[in-house]
């Protein structure tokens, strides 16, 4: 995994196949997205952990299935989705967001026109998703450029052993690449068409419920 | 997309939309990330095992139809070929069915490492304790074959 220039599907594969490294470059990769789209739904720190866990858990099953480049970052928006939506509907979890996370006055504002929010959304959903389609070095340089406070070019260098002078055409590169990802490429070739609500495709009703013929005077709660 | 497209054509803007995405995931993403590297401990390494994958659930339904309504059984289905499951959770009682019906032993699996065994009967029904909740996920085990859940959250 030294020179992180492994496509997304070589790294899928390979986590299938049982390579924990290429697990671990995937979730280093896709966590920024994962965590992204979850926040939107704006549930608490507990509440995000939550569903972050059950979208991991499940993914590592589902390896197999992501063959396209495309579909891993679709399966994670799609899943988390889901699972922010179900946290939403349930009832016994009435406590909105967590009044000790910071991160809810800085939105505060943000929340006067969902259609806006809904684009801007999308936006870092193409731009995360991209951004994990980098090869780790220029991925790498890109999180330093944007980290806040701001870091000077100097620190950069050091930390990533690009000379200063370097910094500048490297960055250029790294930002020509993401144009490229096809995250972006998708997210600029077309109108937005993920609906919140009407992406989920849940399955059909089932037809029948589960009526179990109590004839042994059993009480399942006692089995507890 | 076009005016997305050109202000993202100037490196400075693109740079700011990405800061901007990353605000948000920054503070929580080493957590979720060192979750998310554990997750690997639990893959399962059997070719003959079918994977169960949830394709319905009742709570997501309720969202759709702008509906909430407490007292609703929750439903959730995980379908493989040829062998599906079905879960009902009311507040004080887990059921289950395989489908088709047919007798098998079902294996809870929860993510704090609990597990325990209980029998389906002859037509497939099985009953989980009332209190299960949390992140879960069945194992069945069947004459006809063998399968995984989806994990869900009860």
């Known amino acids: 995994m030294d020179e992180g220039d492994y496509p997304i599907t070589w790294l899928v594969d390979a986590a299938a196949a049982g390579n924990e490294q290429a697990w671990q470059e995937i979730v280093d990769r896709y966590t920024p997205l994962l965590t992204s789209v979850i926040r939107r739904f704006r549930l608490s720190v507990a509440e995000t952990q939550d569903v972050a866990q059950t979208v991991w858990l499940r993914l590592v099953e589902h390896l197999s299935s992501l063959r396209e480049p495309r579909a891993l970052p679709t399966w994670i928006i799609t899943t988390s989705k889901r699972e922010s939506l179900r946290y939403l509907s349930d009832r016994r979890r009435s406590v909105p967001y967590d009044p000790l996370d910071p991160s809810w006055l800085a939105r505060s504002s943000e929340d006067a026109d969902p259609g806006a929010e809904l684009l801007r959304a999308e936006r870092h959903e193409a731009l995360l998703a991209g951004l994990a389609e980098l090869p780790s070095r220029q991925r790498e340089l890109l999180l330093l450029l944007v980290e806040e406070p701001p870091l000077s070019y100097a620190q950069i260098s050091k930390r990533t052993g690009v000379p200063v002078g370097s910094i500048g055409p490297t960055r250029g590169r790294a930002l020509a690449r993401l144009r490229e990802t096809f995250a972006f490429r998708e997210h600029l070739a077309g109108p937005a068409r993920v609906s919140v609500v009407a992406d989920g495709a849940n399955g059909a009703h089932p037809a029948t419920r589960i009526q179990r013929k109590r004839g042994d005077g059993r009480d399942a709660a006692t089995l507890g | ?154």
């Open chain 2, 1 to 154: 997309m076009a005016v997305t497209q050109q202000r993202w054509d100037e490196d400075e803007h693109l740079l700011d939309d990405l800061r901007d995405a990353l605000r948000e995931a920054a503070p929580l993403a080493g957590t979720l990330a060192e979750h998310g590297k554990g997750a690997y401990a639990w893959r399962t390494v059997d070719a003959d095992l079918l994977l169960a994958s949830l394709s319905f659930d009742s709570s997501l339904e309720r969202v759709q139809e702008r509906r909430s309504d407490p007292d609703d059984d929750r439903v959730l289905v995980f379908t493989a070929s040829p062998l599906s499951l079905e879960l009902e959770v009311t507040p004080g009682h887990v059921a289950g069915q395989i489908v088709p019906p047919g007798p098998g032993e079902i294996r809870v699996e929860t993510a704090e490492g609990v597990t325990f065994h209980v029998q389906a009967d002859d037509v497939g029904f099985f009953d989980l304790p009332g209190q299960l909740r949390g992140l879960v996920r069945l194992r069945c085990d069947t004459p006809t074959g063998r399968l995984v859940t989806d994990w869900v959250r009860l």
